[in-house]
């Protein structure tokens, strides 16, 4: 039993933290939202440099083979950050379900280009109607010879406004929610019939809406076998799920220690308002939220890739239902001790309660997961 | 015992109930139901209706063009009007500064700008809240000298709600800094086009445009321009500050709301089920609505308490916590309801007129940022936890 | 729109608090509980001679033919001075019921007797697999001749101790939860197969199982249409229910006038602890949640005799959904604050705790009433 | 990162878990099960076979006949034995004064009394709380003047827990009124024999005598009877509430709490469906064994940090606030579970060896009273209120 960081572990927390005190300060970032991409391409080009993008791909494929323990400490960074950058959509989605599934073929062309920071991909799973439910697929995929023509809409792709390529699911058989008959395909973004509606999140990080119109894909852009993407898509999600538990941990991490910090120097009454009771229990209680998020985000990364998905989904749900509960207590509770100013643009305190929010309403809010832990049991 | 309003209470109801639904701008109304942005002439258009049928200053005396109704067809006309997607009248004059001028103003600021604030010729802004003064109000800053027939203003407040529609803010500042803090206050009437005054916009992270910094730099105000004594600046505060708290719990907004949480709610769908036919969606709306059926009582019961002339008491900061919780509640609710569709920012969509392509359900634009934006409501006004310091002290002796 | 108390309601107010004070003090409560009946024949003998036990009946049977209003104002004042005797059956339950849809012949006979305070009834009605569902009953009554054989077991009868006649539900036709074809007759408690078994719950009140084994009853013991009782139980539970959320009010008050008391008078480190800001705040949450429990105490009276029973059950329902979660903050935070103490036997404190809390598992729990209104809704 | 055990650590737990399932009686089992009393025997039953195991002092150096164990193999040992049902170990020897003695008492109390805590002999309780003294320990008034070669006590005890079967106390007097009051306190060893004590119970809400009131009326205690030296008794106290505080979250007892609310929820059925499978129920236990689990885990990270060498410090504040909600909240779970049977009264199904027909189902006897009986849990070994206290001064520095 051992909760310490690996030595590589030490060092990429490192790396990242002090990249992030550099380059991502509150103005910096503002001024990467205001800018075309609404992200920092060179910032991107400085992860490659660092081997950050190549982080969650295999060496074979010129990426650095880390485990999920590893993406979540660049996650907690990022969080600490409020990185906006879209490395959960490519990394963790595009590039984890491509090890995960892809041919040789396409990881060969692919994953070395996302290592090294060239290519920025996105999992188009998601439909105007299927809410947090992942078999819930009605985009159509039509056999045409041998290609595949694809039409329908997907929702709120995160890192859609960046992406490069799209791994689109669609059926190829069944209905609704029939969990077997979804595959999923590579689509390049401009690709004839495809419409993509790109726009900033609440919280701004980008996202795009998906629009097929009888787009044509050929046999080798399939990833995985026919009709079996569901399970493929869950693992990635669950992947996703766990980064985003960390990334959270982070974001709590640094709103406890700005609102502490305002605790000790607001005065009101003559006093720090930390001198008030009822303030230091509801800090007391942030702070116990945080340490239990974080052991539970621990055991989502350590789960990630569990042999059993049962078990997997089952600690992936159980810690998305304590981040978005933890995240929601830790928010309310820093803006309201914040008052006005902790919902002003201008502070960063309302950045992170905004993206622990928003991370609650991603891949399943905590109902949605309560549900799924409690089904499971 | 008895909870049913009088015959004559419930015509009245309706007699309000009619001339909203008459009166009342269609685009207005449904830009006040969908959270979309109003205008200053949105809200102006219906103060001049109401102003028109007499109805704009409920809590005035009569003499004064008021309508010196009792608490509760006061209570009745601000909930029907919210129930039924009117704006909120502009509370800064007529709520706030136009009771203290009629209270403790000369005869000649009630002759100049009582008037003014029915006909809606002049909006006022509230300078109160300062940089280092949140909770702890009476540690104001802003000081203002006499030099001559001028008071010289400099200092800076902040959170002035819709300042940049005003044109006249009424002040706390501090004009005798040699006594105890409370006793050292003044208010004055300032013209906001008087040199020296600079408004900078606060943006919330919702993106909106609600309030604002106001700064004074060697601002001169004639020397009249002070309410009552100087000195007696807090005295006024308070009174302003306790007084006309009926709506204070937003019942009436919040059954809008409700009916608009239980509309996104039946439209959006969970593998084809309704949301609002879930187990758990349900309950969660249930517990809520349970709620404010106990607030809308509650509010009831103290208005009519009010009504045979007890004072509002410990019981409008009791509404205050309970109101602005489930006013959050709501907003919670409303965000997740939407699932993914709460994350996109299209705050275009919120601008009377647009007419894009909705980014997923067309009510979903505004909801996280209602959400986000209403976190304030347990804030301004006395936060809830001033609100149960008060009553602590006021309510239970402690 | 009114919510004063009548003048008849302020007098009935006045005689039962002054009746409470001079009679039921914590320490003569205890006494009564030692006693061989577990409540005091002497005092319900005095609740006769003042009207109470006759309240809810109509003049022509002796009683004062008061509304549910009037019921709940002694509710209140038996709340605050946590009254054991069994009001709530043999008025609200029994009585309510034989006046709801008792047949003349049986109104005129019983009524005047509970009326005088010389008779005690129960409705025996939960079963063992029922739990709250009013529609489940199990019990049969199976035809012989004019008169029926009922055979099944009754849960939890409140009064049931001291009940001469149970008002007893029993199937006619169908089948578990049917809502049609519940019978309800008269038993008396020395019926031939009829076997009580009688305890004390844990908060001082008194009940008993029943079990039935063909007890014979006549025609004229049913009460009502046959197979039309379910609607009669509904009506007069909620009646208990409306009687029971002004007891909690009662209970509710005491408790934070007992804890306020303890606030101002205990000292800590050399300060009365009510000094201390959480303890106020969370004394402020007890006042705000009492008085939302006393809404809606005063609504679910108010509703209970609306004409429209889906009218009255949806605020039977929402009240007792309030009167849970405030009894059950209150409760658990007056003990809280008082510490060791509020949770011994020699301190009234935990005994408004335990009520409060039997109260919320009396007719349905806030969970169960939660999905009845939201289902209503 | 590592979530598991090592292997030998692993083996460890089964090793425990074998012994238990082997030696503990099956009757005393299903009393700790079940909720059902112990008797004093149960304990010291119990003890014996850990004492002859060698298993009975994890705490403890080995030199005293302790372990000497890790903070895991503790950890390990104390919860495999909660969720195997197992009584917990009496802590007032092992625990509390053991420790104290090792670190501050002198040979003769050493050979004396540890060998007899080892072997069950003598069963101590512990003298701390005063009636006017519950969260300021300090402050507590029992005082003891020096009398030749006795100390003369006098005061009174309260919330001394099993003092009923204790043969012995020890006993936070006030030696020096005349200092502050942390300085004039000292700890003795008294004989529950001595004339002069009397032990009366305090029955709990749930009908149980578990803690008592201790009253000293001129006992004569024999001067050797102090730990230490005179007016150090605070410094003694605050090491033994901080000793050994690893099994604080009781993480193995929720579990096997745990499986008993599936149990019974498995068993309750409503309209015909069980309990644990309906929506609401099913949630709220999932909720319930989420915290769980995150305490487990949180758990875990201090005790694995407390074997590689850090002090444990906050954390125990926070394990306990969270561990006592747990906790709470199973009780609160199971006496819903069984419904309108949490009402009646049936202490005498909780005696050992009842055989009498269960009112409801046989489980439903215990839940409302150790529902009742559980809110003790956030407020013995100091409050949740005082652990907040603490965590905001030691922990953030507030």
Redesign the interface.
Known sequence: MDFTLSETQRMLAETTDRLMRERYGFEERKKILAGPDGFSRALWATFAELGVTGLGIDEEYGGLNGTMGDLAVVAEAFGRALVVEPYMPTIVLGAGTLSLAGSDAQRTELLPQVAAGDLFLALAHGEPKSRYTLCHVDTRAEPDGADHLLTGAKAVVLGGDAADQFLVSARTAGTATDPHGISLFLVPKNAPGLTIRAYPNIDGTRAADLRLDRVRVPASARIGEPGQALPIVAHAVDRAIAYLCAEAVGAMQALNALTLDYLKTRTQFGVPIGSFQVLQHRMVDMEVALEQARSMAILAADRADDPHPHERSRAVSAAKVQIGRSGRLIGQSAVQMHGGIGITEEYAGGHYFKRLTLIDRTFGDADHHLARFAAAN | ??????EE?RAFAEEVRAFVRAELDPAVRDRVLNHKRLSKEDYLSWHRKLAQRGWVAPNWPKEHGGCGWNA?YRFIHEEVMAEEGAPPIVAFGISMIGPVLIAFGNDAQKRHYLPRILSGEDWWCQGF?EP?????LA?LRTKAVLDGDHWVVNGQK??TTLAQHANLIFCLVRTDPTVKKQEGISMLLIDMATPGITVRP??????EHE?NEVFFDDVRVPKENIVGEPGKGWTYAKFLLSHERSGIARVGQSKRELKRLKAIAAA?????VPLIET?????????L???L???E??N??M???EK?GQAPGA?AN?LK??GSEVQQGLTELM??AV????????PEALEPGWNGEP??PDYAAPL??T???Y??V???GG???IQ??I??KS????
Do not use: C, H, Q
């Open positions: 015992m008895d909870l049913k309003y009088s209470e509760v809240s280092g003064s949140g909770s702890d540690s902040t959170w606060i943006i919330t992270i919702d993106g309030v959006e769908e969970v593998d084809g187990k758990a969606f349900r309950e969660k709306l249930a517990a609505e349970i709620e059926m106990a607030l009582l509650t009831l019961r208005i009519a308490a045979s019981e009791m916590i309970k965000m997740e699932g993914p569709y709460a994350l996109p920012f299209n980014i997923g996280a940022g959400y986000f934006n976190r304030k347990s804030i301004y936060s809830n936890e149960r310091n009553l602590s309510l239970l002796g402690l």
